[in-house]
């Protein structure tokens, strides 16, 4: 269940006194701690003892060292399986928060309070939680929904500008695969400000939400929320490899212009809503350098994403605005064909 909170966290308060919770754990970010910790505390009633667990900001801590030290404090301050966690943060937070909670002694319940767009609109929501191994994205997890979701937009003016265009590349996505008008609405923001975004929000968390209600477990229709996150989810990768992480909107942006070209090249959309689509994302995205990934580089990543099956890269890739097909396999002509017109963009 999603909640939008208003500014003295009722909901929030009303949860934490209806339900026998022994003990709170907050996990945060060194960002969160500063901006947001203080003004959940101090909007926070509860006449439990909390803890505040605290982790480095970065997509190159969502991994299983951090989470066994996770368990680890837990353990050493003796949360029992009716503890609490709270995940406030980002996608990371949320991720790794929800892991650790799912997987402690068997589970604990735990809740999201997303602090970024990117967080508010894809990753607290669905029930994936997970970690990543070496270098792929996401590769150890569970499927469990948190208790609840409690949104506060305000945290959004926290945010640094790439971390807000971050997040609006999961919106633009949302619209592509499911809701044309959402797509129109987006699209037509000429200005990339919370005051712009924050109109959009909940539509883009209630197309997710609805996606996730029809397949909890991605066997089918969940599958297209993972357009553009193919490619993209091999490059995030390759940087993270690198040691030079980038945002994982800006490699879901250039995943699903890639992805939309290969969409065309697989005659699933027109030269036209191939055009439009492409030119709407880059208004938004600056290019992002692939020129020291190889094809082998990428190709040898695609070949262990998880959507994959009998050694076959599936795809998620729109059949329209607004439309989505999912188990999309593709030559490795037309992928590599796709990718070097991305590359190309740099020189347009």
């Given at each position: 269940m999603i909640t939008i909170l208003n500014d003295n966290f009722s909901e929030l308060n009303d949860f934490l006194q209806e339900k026998s919770f022994s003990k709170i754990f907050i996990l945060v970010d060194e960002n969160t701690h500063?901006?947001?910790?203080?003004?959940?505390?101090?909007n926070m009633e509860t006449d439990l003892g909390f803890e505040?667990?605290?982790?480095?900001?970065?997509?190159?801590?969502?991994?299983?060292?951090?989470?066994?030290?996770?368990?680890?404090?837990?353990?050493?301050?003796q949360a029992d399986r009716k503890a609490l966690v709270i995940n406030l943060g980002g996608g990371v937070i949320t991720d790794m928060g929800g892991f650790v909670a799912s997987t402690y002694k068997r589970g604990i319940q735990f809740i999201n309070i997303p602090t970024t767009l990117l967080s508010m609109?894809?990753?607290?929501?669905?029930?994936?939680?997970?970690?990543?191994?070496?270098?792929?994205?996401?590769?150890?997890?569970?499927?469990?929904?948190?208790?609840?979701?409690?949104?506060?937009?305000?945290?959004?003016?926290?945010?640094?500008?790439?971390?807000?265009?971050?997040?609006?590349?999961?919106?633009?996505?949302?619209?592509?695969?499911?809701?044309?008008?959402?797509?129109?609405?987006?699209?037509?923001?000429n200005k990339l400000d919370i005051e712009g975004i924050i109109p959009h929000i909940k539509t883009s968390m209630?197309?997710?939400?609805?996606?996730?209600?029809k397949d909890f477990q991605e066997k089918n229709i969940r599958k297209n929320l993972n357009f553009g996150h193919t490619i993209g989810h091999a490059v995030e990768s390759l940087y993270l490899r690198q040691g030079n992480p980038v945002l994982h909107g800006e490699t879901v942006a250039m995943g699903m212009i890639t992805e939309t070209y290969l969409a065309y090249l697989e005659e699933l959309i027109s030269e036209g809503d191939c055009i439009l689509i492409i030119e709407s994302i880059r208004k938004y995205y600056p290019y992002l350098d692939i020129g020291d990934f190889k094809d082998d580089d990428i190709f040898s990543l695609l070949l262990n994403d998880k959507k994959n099956m009998d050694s076959h890269i599936n795809f998620s890739l729109i059949s329209g605005i607004g439309a989505c097909i999912f188990d999309k396999q593709c030559s490795r002509?037309?992928?590599?064909k796709a990718i070097d017109f991305y590359r190309k963009l740099n020189d347009a």
């Open positions: 500063e901006y947001c910790l203080p003004v959940l505390l101090g505040i667990l605290e982790i480095e900001a970065g997509e190159e801590m969502k991994n299983v060292q951090t989470a066994i030290q996770l368990w680890e404090i837990l353990t050493e301050m609109c894809d990753a607290s929501i669905g029930g994936k939680t997970g970690i990543d191994l070496m270098h792929y994205k996401n590769m150890v997890g569970t499927f469990t929904f948190p208790e609840r979701i409690f949104v506060y937009p305000k945290f959004l003016e926290t945010l640094p500008f790439k971390e807000l265009r971050s997040g609006f590349a999961e919106m633009l996505k949302h619209g592509l695969i499911a809701d044309k008008i959402h797509w129109k609405n987006l699209v037509q923001i209630e197309i997710k939400q609805a996606v996730v209600e002509k037309n992928i590599t």
